[in-house]
């Protein structure tokens, strides 16, 4: 278990050195790992934004769904909705990913732990849609 966290750290680390680091409301950090912009949700154009937060990790047991809800609504807020300028036309939808580990998009990986949320935005804000 102690490895994992390591070899954990070390890839956030790795990704660290392209991947903007945000700091979370709930102490954690966040790596930007990834957007995506090509794949269409169910609300229409969807921008997805994924951000590597190794403490979700179920054995490590840091952070809760209760508490990453908090952590998805800011970087809804204050990471994602700046970014929408620069990447065309505005999405009907935003969704918000915290995984553990890299995850190739729309693959498993069942050892992975990953949280979603659906926003719409609306008038500079973030409206939680849920999924």
């Known amino acids: 278990m102690i490895l994992r ?3 954990l750290a070390g ?4 990704l660290g050195a ?3 680091v945000v700091e979370l409301p709930s102490g954690q ?4 790992f990834d957007t995506i912009t090509g794949e ?3 609300a229409g154009l969807t921008v997805r934004f ?3 937060v190794p403490g979700i990790a179920r054995d490590l ?3 809760p769904a209760t508490l990453a809800q908090g952590d998805m609504d800011y970087l809804c807020a204050e990471y994602a909705l700046p970014r929408l300028a620069d990447s065309g036309p505005e999405p ?5 990913t915290l995984m553990d580990r890299p995850v190739p998009f729309g693959q498993p990986d069942p050892e992975a732990t990953q949280f979603f949320e659906a926003y719409r935005p609306e008038a500079g804000r973030c409206i939680w849609e849920g999924f």
């Open 50 to 52: 994924r951000f590597l």
């Open 92 to 96: 009907a939808q935003i969704v918000i």
């Open 18 to 20: 392209t991947g903007e």
């Open 29 to 32: 950090s966040a790596t930007h």
């Open 11 to 14: 890839a956030v680390l790795a």
């Open 40 to 42: 269409p949700g169910p």
């Open 5 to 7: 966290a390591l070899l």
């Open 61 to 63: 047991a840091r952070m």
